[in-house]
Structures are given as structure tokens and as C-alpha cells.
């Protein structure tokens, strides 16, 4: 092992519904990760929340089907300190170090990962991490919190309404009268489609609201926005840069966990869109300017609607998106001429600046 490599903690797994997606991407970012520069450590979370030393491989089982990839079975539970500038990995047994993290490479998608938890981890450990910051993360991943930035902002956002704990707080005669019938269900905190709903009607509605409602305590009904779904990466602390965008088609309803991961042919993706000119002008500055709202750095991917009106509504935004072999944000990038090693390069690189810059406040 050359000692003048930087040490890359990548954290996968976790305990949200996301857990399998995250074993998906982390198997990229690892295979991706420039080895002459970097040295991966891998750390893995289980549904329990242990944290265990993997080492400078993941340890999985059945890793290339998305149905049945699972964490391999580990006994070296480690704790990372969370002693400022320590940096230690610590065993979690014998508290013995078992040795140095430079960067933290969070791939955790959805809650405890992509919400603001592990960033705080990382903040109060002075471990530069990956991606956005605790605000950053934690409003973005909020899908009430960040419509209301972007709507105070100006950019566009589907209308929506609020529910919390339960479904007797929904009134769906008022919901409808101003969000109409065809209504898109969501927890507040949580992706790849988990938990969402499309509903037409009462009886569905109260079924799906109340099957978001045991993901998150804080659910958002949505009016339907027919339009093409248009995605578009965005790298950067603070010059952030847009890549070319993409455009999702889905076969059939909309995309849905199936159509995004399960399904080969459950959704079509377009890289780079299909657009005009000044469309692909409008939809970078648009996903720059929503990445500047919502206070990210590192990396973002923001999904917004193109209306046949020509007009562009936000959708929502991933401060960790997918890094599986049918995610976007690298492959948009690799459209805009940043091959996907150079990309986990220049995250890493983001971080460390983003830290050092933090270093430079006054704490007296
Ligand atoms: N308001 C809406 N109108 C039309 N389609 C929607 C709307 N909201 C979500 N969808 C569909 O549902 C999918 C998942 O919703 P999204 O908000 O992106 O959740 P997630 O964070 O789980 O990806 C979207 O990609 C889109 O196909
Ligand atoms: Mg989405």
C-alpha cells in the first residue's frame, strides 16, 4: 500500500429502503475510483445500522442482481471516531485503530445518508465527505422543504399540499378541489421511487397515503405535471457546471422503482435529450440556479418537467444520486466529455477544497 495515496472511506449500504440501490452504486464508484491516486477503504452499513470494515473490496452477495444483492456477512465491526481530526477507524470491539480515513464517500441513498446525518458525521470528525452539506442535504432531501426554497426563489414547482402522521388529516375533497384528481403521493424523505404513488380517486388515495405515511411522518401530494422528464447533473462547489441533459421516458405509468431498476425495459434514457439549443441552455441554467438555492456543493442532480407549453417545473433533486450501471448522473457526464473516473476525482478533489475552506472560519 503506498503510503501517499489518499485514503478514501466509500460508506455504502445503510438503513433506508435504498439500502439495495446504494450496494448497486458503490460497486461503480469503486470500480471507478482512480487506484494511482486513491485508496479505497470500504466501510459497509447494514439494515441495522453496524457500521463493518470491508476492506479494499465490498463484501457481497449475488452483486449483480438487483432483486437479491445483499451484504456479505462480515465480523469486523468498526466504529469511526468522531473526534475532531482524529480520523481514525477504530475497532469496535477492542477500540484498537485500525487506520486512517482522508475523505468520506458517502454512497448512502435516502434517509441517514442523503438527509444531512452522515455529513454531520463527517463535520464534526473534520472528515471532508463527499457531496453536499448538512443544509444542502437535508433540504434537498426533503421534497416539502426544498418547494418551498425554490418557490420563495422564484423556480417553479408542482402545487402540493402537506399531510402529516395520518391519513385522517388529509381532507380529499379540498385536495382535489385544488391539486385535481390525478394526484402523485410521496413521502417527504425518501427516493428511487419508494413509497410513491399515483392515484385517481379516494379509495386510492387513502391507500396510497397510507402506505407513504409508514415510510415518512411527513407526506406530499402532488398535482400530475404532464411533460417529458428531463434530468440534468450538476458538479461543483462554487462554480457549479451543468452537464448535458437526459430525458427518461417511461413504457408504462410513471417511474417507478420497477421501471428504474427491475424492469430492463421499463424506462428509456435519452442522453443527451432530444432539445433544442435554447432548451438545453434554459435547462443547465435552470438546474445551476436550483443547485444554488438549495445551498449544494460536490454534486447534484436536479429532475425538473419540460411541459408542451415549453415550460420547465422542478421535480425534485438527489445530492447523492444513483451511481448503478443505469444511473444518469455519471452517464451524463461521461456525455459531456467527464469520463466517470475523472468525475469521482474531481468529487473527491471538491471535498477536500470544501474543507479546507471551512478550516479557514474563525472559531474564536
Ligand atoms: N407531480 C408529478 N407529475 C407527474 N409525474 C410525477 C410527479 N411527481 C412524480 N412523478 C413521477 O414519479 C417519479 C418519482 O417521483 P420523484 O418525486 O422523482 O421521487 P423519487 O425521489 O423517489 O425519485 C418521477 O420520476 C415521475 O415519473
Ligand atoms: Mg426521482
Known sequence: ???????VAIIFGGRSPEHQISLLSAQNVLASLDKDIYDPLLISIDKNGTWQLNGDSMILDHAEDPNKIA????????????????????????QEPLGK?????PVLHGTFGEDGSIQGFAKLANIPCVGCGILGSAVGMDKDMM???????????????????????????????????ELFIKPANLGSSVGVSYTKNEHEFDHALAAALKYDHKVIIEEKIVGREIECAVLGNAEPKASVPAEVTVAEGFYSYENKYLDEKGAQLSIPADLTETQVKRVQELAVRTYEQLECRGMTRVDMFLTEDDELIINEINTIPGFTNVSMYPKMWEASGLSQTDL????????????????QLLLT
Open 1 to 7: 500500500m503506498d503510503k501517499h495515496k489518499i485514503k
Open 101 to 105: 480515513v482522508d475523505v468520506i464517500f
Open 71 to 94: 451484504l456479505g456477512k462480515i465480523d469486523r465491526p468498526i466504529l469511526l471516531s468522531q473526534n475532531t481530526n482524529e480520523r481514525s477507524i477504530l475497532s469496535a470491539r477492542t
Open 147 to 181: 418547494k418551498h426554497v425554490l418557490r420563495s426563489a422564484g423556480i417553479k414547482v408542482a402545487k402540493w399540499a402537506t399531510i402529516r402522521n395520518s391519513v385522517a388529516n388529509a381532507d380529499y375533497k379540498k385536495i382535489e378541489a385544488v391539486l385535481g384528481n
Open 344 to 359: 469521482i476525482s474531481r468529487l473527491i478533489e471538491l471535498a477536500i477544497e470544501e474543507n479546507n475552506k471551512e478550516n
